[in-house]
């Protein structure tokens, strides 16, 4: 039986709200912190600093091969504090759903959401749900905020990068923004998926092997590109690419050849950049590649005096190209 989609009553705070909640958030991302149903999650208090961090997603599609908007959310904000150095500890959801989404595709994300929590061992502790007029919103977006427990050797910042450090990444750059952008352009992604996934994993290794990351960052929005224009800027040097090291995928140089776009400005949403002292490169790379997600990790790069431009974009025949970071994402909606 075809079930009544989301209506406007469903953000009202009233019973059909209360409904809601009982039906599709609290059996998915079933824990006490949230079944309270309190106007606040009450947490125990954790060692250390706290990091926080806060992420709207609006992607579209919502669906898309590799992930969906409620993994998304999960990770993006998982993601956010482990490169901060931080392991999650609680995660709030807000849903800004439009009026006559169809109650599977919520229940879908909800579940998907809840795997992705359990994968990364953190909780949805609390939520809200609001409902707009149909019209004034696509079907859903969802903001969430994440909690996280600063770990000892957690990176410092931009403004301890120096010369000479090395730049790896932990596996191929732009699976989402090429999946995404193949989905926008009513092409078919084939057999190419979204990496969209935890890092904490990744992160946890580094600190582990007892490097010392001066920077860490996860390359969502405008890409590794866009890290790396942030990263010379903040520390006033410039960053060295070799374009034939970038590890790209041949069906994500396909599409972006098909496309206009380069795979250096394409979203991640399951990568990590990091920058390490180069005498620390070779050991974080090992500690990378024993685990499942960093089996591709390769260095790019590295720091270099600052130069006319934040990148310079080494050729496979050894010519330079400066290269700047563009004003905008050039695909919106990506994450
Ligand atoms: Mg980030």
Redesign the pocket.
């Known amino acids: 039986m075809e079930r009544e989609p989301i209506a406007l009553g469903h953000g009202g705070g009233g019973r059909m709200t209360s409904d809601l909640i009982r039906e599709v958030f609290l059996p998915a991302l079933a824990n006490p912190r949230l079944e309270a149903l309190g106007d606040a999650a009450r947490l125990d208090p954790v060692p250390g600093r706290l990091a926080m961090t806060t992420d709207a997603f609006v992607v579209s599609p919502q669906d898309f091969p590799g992930g969906d908007i409620g993994a998304l959310a999960i990770f993006g904000t998982v993601?956010?504090l482990a490169?901060s150095g931080a392991r999650p500890v609680a995660i709030s959801a807000a849903f800004i759903l439009e009026e006559g989404l169809a109650r599977d595709d919520l229940e879908r994300w909800v579940a998907s959401m809840a795997l992705a929590a359990r994968r990364c061992s953190v909780e949805v502790v609390t939520g809200d749900t609001k409902v707009v007029p149909r019209g004034q919103g696509d079907r859903a977006y969802v903001v969430t905020t994440g909690l996280g427990a600063v770990q000892a050797g957690a990176p410092p910042g931009p403004e301890a990068i120096r010369e000479g450090d090395e730049v790896l990444v932990s596996g191929p750059v732009g699976d989402h923004g090429a999946v995404i952008a193949a989905l926008r352009n009513a092409l078919d992604p084939g057999t190419l998926r979204s990496d969209c996934g935890p890092v904490w994993d990744l992160v946890e290794a580094l600190l582990a092997a007892g490097a010392t990351p001066r920077f860490l960052?996860?390359p969502?929005r405008g890409g590794l590109g866009t890290v790396l224009g942030e990263m010379a800027e903040a520390s006033g040097l410039s960053v060295e690419v070799r374009d034939d090291a970038l590890p790209v995928r041949p069906e994500v140089a396909g599409l972006c050849d098909l496309l206009g776009l380069d795979p250096i400005f394409l979203a991640c949403e399951g990568r990590v950049v990091a920058v390490m002292p180069s005498e620390q490169a070779e050991e974080a790379l090992r500690a990378w590649r024993r685990l499942p997600s960093g089996q591709e990790a390769t260095r790019i790069g590295r720091v270099v005096q600052r130069a006319p431009a934040p990148i310079v974009r080494v050729t496979p025949y050894g010519g330079r190209r400066l290269c700047d970071v563009p004003a905008a994402e050039p695909l919106p909606r990506i994450c």
């Open positions: 993601n956010d490169v960052r996860d969502t």
